[in-house]
């Protein structure tokens, strides 16, 4: 994937997600502020603003690093600060890739999630959106080129997910509940998987 149409995915990938604003919010509700909803929708929409400005000749980095300045600045939540860090350390590793395939996808989601976690000083199992992004990174990194690999990785993500229902919180506000976590699903995690769905239906629909 070349620059021109990852402009396009990316965008249409945002378009997708913001269906699940009000899902977002409400497991945020739940467990934190329930300001993750308005941070989707806000970096969602800045994002695809910023998109339709950037240069033809933009390389998939510069893309990529348009697109976390855009978030970081759409909205001063911690997520969104998180998310926007993650994206600028998936575009360092981007910095001589021409043609995003699934290997140079997997080292992005992992560079970001990598980056999330030492940010956040959070590991897997704290039930968080982490522990969605690395089985994720994983599966992208093990699956074919075309839709097989992101399928891999959005099976890995709903597991992911399923599984934070179990876990008790350790980060951010949701570590306030305490045991009071346990039972409810993680809003970061899921968020993550909504992504990674609404690329899927973005991909299917630029391709038929
Ligand atoms: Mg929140």
């Not at 994937?1 to 402009?7: C, G, Y």
């Not at 998310?83 to 350390?89: C, I």
């Not at 690395?134 to 399928?151: E, H, I, Q, V, Y």
């Not at 009071?180 to 968020?191: E, K, M, N, V, Y």
């Amino acid at each position: 994937m070349r620059s021109t149409e990852l402009t396009e995915q990316i965008q249409g990938s945002l378009k997708e997600v913001v269906a699940y604003a009000d899902e977002l919010r409400d497991l945020d509700q739940a467990l934190g502020d329930g300001d993750l909803g308005i941070t989707i929708t806000l970096g969602a929409g800045a994002v695809i603003e910023a998109l339709a400005e950037i240069p033809q000749d933009a390389s998939p980095s510069e893309i990529a690093r348009a697109c976390a300045k855009a978030f970081a600045n759409a909205n001063p939540s911690t997520m969104a600060a998180l998310v926007a860090g993650g994206l600028l350390a998936g575009s360092k590793v981007w910095k001589d890739v021409e043609d995003v395939d699934i290997r140079a996808a997997a080292r992005f989601v992992r560079a970001a999630g990598e980056n999330i976690a030492q940010r956040g000083k959070t590991q897997i199992g704290d039930k968080t959106i982490v522990d969605a992004i690395m089985p994720a990174a994983d599966a992208l990194d093990a699956g074919d080129d075309g839709t097989s690999g992101l399928d891999a990785a959005i099976s890995a993500a709903e597991k992911a997910v399923i599984d934070t229902r179990s876990l008790r919180s350790r980060r951010g506000r949701a570590a306030w509940l305490q045991e009071r976590s346990i039972g409810l699903q993680d809003p970061g995690a899921t968020a993550m998987l909504r992504f990674l769905e609404s690329w899927r239906t973005a991909s299917v629909r630029t391709k038929s």
